[in-house]
Each structure stands twice: as structure tokens, then as C-alpha cells.
């Protein structure tokens, strides 16, 4: 177990801007699967909203070598933008790793040609630059999993577009148990997070649907055993955490200065790569944004979606640049 280094909460109130990366397999797709495409809807769902059978979906981890991908140069594009720290999805509800995990095969080392583990590419990074790294991890959908959760719940996701659940793949609602994932996945994965990669600032989970009290502080209490300064976001479920992640692109118009509170934003309408996405937010608009959400002592989370090379869009780095330049 590790020891207290300094204040998190303190930190956390005072970095005020951070970058999120939505990366994956998803990214190969980039919103478009046999000729349709996701016209409102976000990028990285696509294999639930298109309900691509899994033997299918695993079949792109034989394409997945993004020959592009620099850790360093994304650190440094948000060092670059003034930006004090970094979440990366370390696993979406897709259920694919992004780093070497020992308690599934499904992962980015194993699994493709690439073979390289991308959180500890990017752990090296964020230590060199000065950021800190906090961690994406759904820690209740899993399409992977025949025991994923979100199977509690009817067709409700984006304006009743898709269900949660894996229900093409896994059917039977009635002999779904959450808690054998929970126990054979969930957990397995995030002390792997929490003891392979040095310091992480936080723990960013996800869509608390199907997840127990008692397995949001299992988790919790996880996270604060091996990392005793990791913060753990709201989204835990069942109103654990220490600070508040708000709804998807809410930005509220004041702030009681009571819990620590983040805005998560994208710059387009999508949060992994959605390469016909072009309604991309112009740099005043996010220095609005910034200015507004830090000016009642929230941050700014700003995600980008790579591609399927790993390259950060274009019109990203140059609103990023643009904003830098103007603050």
C-alpha cells in the first residue's frame, strides 16, 4: 500500500483544466460500420448502436496499429494547451483494454499487432512533462462480459437509441449476474491500474447502473488501499466518490464551492474519433467555457479522439493552440 504524498483534493481544485482521450478499437470505425453511419450519437458506442456481434468486433484488434501514436507528443500537446493533467480510457464499455491486463486476454498487448501497453507508455510521459495521470475505466458496462452490467434497464441510452447491455451476443437478461464480471474482470483490472503504474491522480469510472453499494465501496475502498491520494469520481455510483463529474457537456451556470467539481466537454459532438464530425466548438468557445467553469472553481476536462493511427485531429491541436494563444 502507498503512503500520502500531498493534498489530492487541494490539487485537484487547483489544476483547472485537463485533457480527456477516448481511444480504442472504436477508433478504427470512426462512427461508420457497413455503410451506415451514427449520425447523433457518439463514436465510441458504435458496437452497441450498430450491435456488431463480438467475434466480428474482436476481429479489429487484428487492424489496430496505430503506426502514429506518440504518448510524449499528446502529453506535451496538453502540457502545451496549460492543462495539468490527463484521463485516459484504460478500458470503455466495449470491454477492451488499452493496457496489458492478466485478467483478460482482451487487451491491447495481447490482442493486436501493436503489443504495446499504451497507459504505461503514457504513465512515462505524463512523469516526464509534469502532468499527472488519472484513469477512464467502466466499471459497470462491459459488451466483452457475458456478466456485463446494464442489463437491469430497458432501451436508454441517447434518446432511447440503444440498450446497455451486450443483448445481441448475451440475450438472457434473467442469467446475467453482474457480480460474477465484478469479480472476475472489474475488480482483477483496476488494481491492476491502481499497482502497475505508479502515481494515479484519480480513478475516472462510469455509467453506474447495474453496480451494488456495497461494490461502489469495494471499489472505493480499492482505489484508497493501494493509492491512498487517488481521487474517485462521482460516477462511481451510489453517491461514492470525492468529487463531481457532471453530465456530459453541462456546464452549470453557478457552483455552491461544496463538493470538487468537473465538467467533461468535447470539442466536436462525439467523444472517440468520429472522422465526418466536423461541428468543432472554435477556441473561444472553449476559452469561454474554461474561463466560466474555472471562475467558480471547477475544471475544465477536454477531450480529444485520436484516430486510428493515434494522430490527435488536426482541428483539435489547432483549437487547443488557438486558446493557448489567447488566454
Request: charged fraction near 25%.
Amino acid at each position: 500500500m502507498n503512503v500520502r504524498k500531498y493534498d489530492a483534493k487541494q490539487w485537484f481544485s487547483e489544476a483547472k483544466f485537463g485533457m480527456m482521450v477516448h481511444w480504442g478499437l472504436y477508433s478504427l470505425l470512426g462512427g461508420e460500420y457497413r455503410g451506415r453511419r451514427m449520425e447523433n450519437y457518439i463514436a465510441e458506442w458504435a458496437q452497441q448502436y450498430f450491435r456488431i456481434p463480438l467475434a466480428e468486433y474482436k476481429q479489429l484488434c487484428r487492424a489496430f496499429y496505430p503506426v502514429y501514436f506518440d504518448a510524449e507528443e499528446w502529453v506535451k500537446t496538453a502540457a502545451d494547451a496549460g492543462m495539468k493533467y490527463v484521463v485516459f480510457v484504460s478500458k470503455h464499455h466495449d470491454g477492451f483494454a488499452m493496457f496489458k491486463s492478466y485478467a483478460s486476454d482482451y487487451n491491447v498487448v495481447d490482442a493486436t499487432p501493436f503489443g504495446r501497453d499504451v497507459v504505461a507508455e503514457l504513465a512515462d510521459a505524463c512523469r516526464k512533462y509534469g502532468l499527472k495521470l488519472g484513469l477512464y475505466y467502466s466499471q459497470d458496462l462491459d459488451w466483452e462480459h457475458p456478466h456485463g452490467g446494464g442489463y437491469t434497464v430497458g432501451k436508454v441510452w441517447c434518446g432511447d437509441a440503444a440498450y446497455l447491455t451486450n443483448n445481441w451476443d448475451y440475450p438472457d437478461a434473467s442469467g446475467k449476474d453482474y457480480s460474477i464480471c465484478f469479480e472476475q474482470k472489474i475488480k482483477p483490472q483496476v488494481k491492476e491500474l491502481l499497482t502497475n503504474y505508479g502515481d494515479i491522480c484519480l480513478m475516472w469510472f462510469d455509467v453506474p447502473v447495474t453496480i451494488s453499494p456495497e461494490q461502489s465501496d469495494e471499489l472505493y475502498n480499492t482505489v484508497k488501499y493501494y493509492q491512498p491520494d487517488c481521487l474517485v469520481n462521482s460516477r462511481i455510483g451510489n453517491g461514492r466518490g470525492d468529487y463531481e463529474s457532471a453530465d456530459d457537456n453541462f456546464v452549470p451556470d453557478s457552483h455552491d464551492g461544496g463538493m470538487l467539481y468537473e465538467s467533461p466537454c468535447t470539442m466536436n459532438g462525439s467523444w472517440g474519433f468520429k472522422y465526418y464530425d466536423c461541428d468543432w466548438k472554435p477556441a473561444s468557445e472553449i476559452l469561454r467555457l474554461k474561463n466560466k467553469l474555472n471562475g467558480m472553481g471547477c475544471n475544465y476536462l477536454l477531450n480529444v479522439g485520436p484516430d486510428h493511427l493515434g494522430r490527435i485531429p488536426a482541428p483539435c491541436l489547432d483549437i487547443l493552440r488557438a486558446a493557448a494563444s489567447q488566454s
